[in-house]
Nanobody
Framework: QVQLIESGGGLVQAGDSLRLSCAAS????????MGWFRQAPGKGREFVAS????????YYATSVKGRFTISRDNAKNTMYLQMNSLKLEDTAVYSC?????????????????WGQGTQVTVSS
């Protein structure tokens, strides 16, 4: 069983920065690709970013590319999402997810393990 716990969400103003963390336990973190997804009110869950097991490959959604950075520390079993220049439309519940494979992907069904999510609210 994999457990993923997100932290770091909160209320910020547009233009601010925030860093999310995802702590993992229960399996070999260093062999699993990871990802961040988000769900805004009234919308479906969407891909944000993903990272390979070794951290050398990353994918980003077009809407966050250049503003968000995904990273991981396998020694700490933790993944991060650094979010800069936050916009009102970034408001959502952000969830981390894990794969059973080392390669990253953007497809939601490829991630069988999910955290509960952390709320990020960007105000004007």
């Amino acid at each position: 069983q994999v457990q993923l716990i997100e932290s770091g969400g909160g209320l910020v103003q547009a233009g601010d920065s925030l860093r999310l963390s995802c702590a993992a336990s229960g399996r070999t973190f260093s062999s699993s690709a990871m990802g961040w997804f988000r769900q805004a009110p009234g919308k479906g869950r969407e891909f944000v970013a993903s990272i390979s097991a070794t951290g050398d490959a990353t994918y980003y959604a077009t809407s966050v590319k250049g503003r968000f950075t995904i990273s991981r520390d396998n020694a700490k079993n933790t993944m991060y999402l650094q979010m800069n220049s936050l916009k009102l439309e970034d408001t959502a519940v952000y969830s981390c997810a894990a794969r059973n494979y080392p390669t990253p992907t953007m497809t939601l069904p490829s991630f069988p393990y999910w955290g509960q999510g952390t709320q990020v609210t960007v105000s004007s």
